[in-house]
């Protein structure tokens, strides 16, 4: 049995799916915050509701108590660990918020996996902005990060290293993910590729931050999804410490106003561009080296934005309307 936390969210259901599409037998948990509108997520959720082999428990990682009970009732062998309070700009309003979910929560469900004894496997979403503001490109995992530039990257940088701990003391195989800007249908409304789609289909103005001389490794949640399960089920590359880093990401930047070009001749739309100064938390550009996630997982991705992009736009307007209103 498989635990997937962040179940409701955009790569934990696209995730769960997956996964019950090749038989496996899954519990979700996903506590249904409000950060974005939780309705979404429940309505991601109802694609899978009622599939066969696929419990759903409304919880939050930071109740110790609800984590030791679904643990002791389930008796999860692997876990994939996706929930997060997510969000960069929003660290700087809500610190505490990120300290809560991100590290209190993530010990809780790596204290109840060590005492279970049961854990084959653990895999737990990281991010690319623990690279912070490296000038080096592309991104290696093996590159220093502790330069953190948001406090969002901070704590998905202290989760790793409170993960290689748990490996190191208690023999827990771990693989951390730091996954490179996802995109597709059924994607975060806070995040560019769905905001920017929802202005352009509204007839809105785009604003876009550090003048549009930015560029980022946009990478679609089909392939997230398949480089997720394979490094879910490969268990050969550990050292002697059991925990491991990837970088899963497109490898192949894209400059935003290309990105925003695409998306616009999608949506039949001329974007209106509000140029505004880089924001607190944002970096430049972002670029992932894989040549280690290749060699070990067999893992590339596969689709680029002209590819990926028409169906986030088709499923914004079916799910928001022609005019991509709420």
């Known amino acids: 049995m498989i635990l997937v936390t962040g179940s409701a969210g955009f790569i934990g259901q696209a995730v769960c799916a997956a996964l019950l599409m090749r038989g496996d037998t899954v519990v979700g948990l996903d506590n249904f915050n409000d950060y974005y509108d939780p309705r979404l997520k429940r309505d991601r959720l109802q694609r899978i509701a009622g599939s066969a082999g696929f419990t759903q428990i409304e919880a939050d990682l930071v109740d110790r108590t609800a984590v030791d009970a679904v643990f002791s009732r389930h008796r999860p062998r692997h876990i994939v660990h996706l929930a997060a309070q997510a969000g960069v700009r929003y660290s700087f309003e809500r610190p505490e918020a990120y300290v809560q979910s991100n590290v209190a929560g993530f010990v809780h469900l790596l204290e109840a996996a060590r005492h279970t004894g049961a854990i084959e496997h653990f895999v737990y979403a990281s991010s690319s902005s623990v690279y912070g503001g490296n000038l080096k490109q592309p991104f290696s995992v093996t590159d220093p990060v502790d330069r953190p530039v948001s406090l969002y990257a901070a704590t998905k940088r202290a989760g790793e290293l409170i993960a290689h701990v748990y490996a190191l003391q208690f023999g827990l195989k771990l693989t951390g993910l730091r996954y490179f800007t996802v995109y597709g249908p059924w994607g975060r409304p806070d995040m560019a590729p769905v905001k920017f789609t929802r202005a352009l289909l509204q007839g809105q103005p785009i604003e876009v931050y550090g003048h549009g001389d930015m560029q980022r490794d946009f990478t679609s949640i089909d392939d997230i999804v398949a480089g997720t399960l394979a490094a879910l089920d490969d268990e050969r590359h550990f050292g002697e410490v059991p925990h491991r880093l990837y970088n899963l990401g497109n490898s192949h930047p894209e400059p935003l106003m290309h990105f925003i070009e695409v998306l616009a001749r999608l949506a039949g739309a001329s974007p ?30 596969t689709t680029s934005i002209e590819e990926g992009l028409p169906p986030m736009v088709e499923w914004c307007r079916s799910y928001y309307g022609p005019r991509g209103s709420g």
């Open 272 to 301: 209106d561009l509000r140029m505004l100064p880089m924001q607190p938390g944002d970096v430049k550009s972002t670029s992932a080296d894989i040549d280690t996630t290749t060699r070990d997982l067999g893992w590339r991705p």
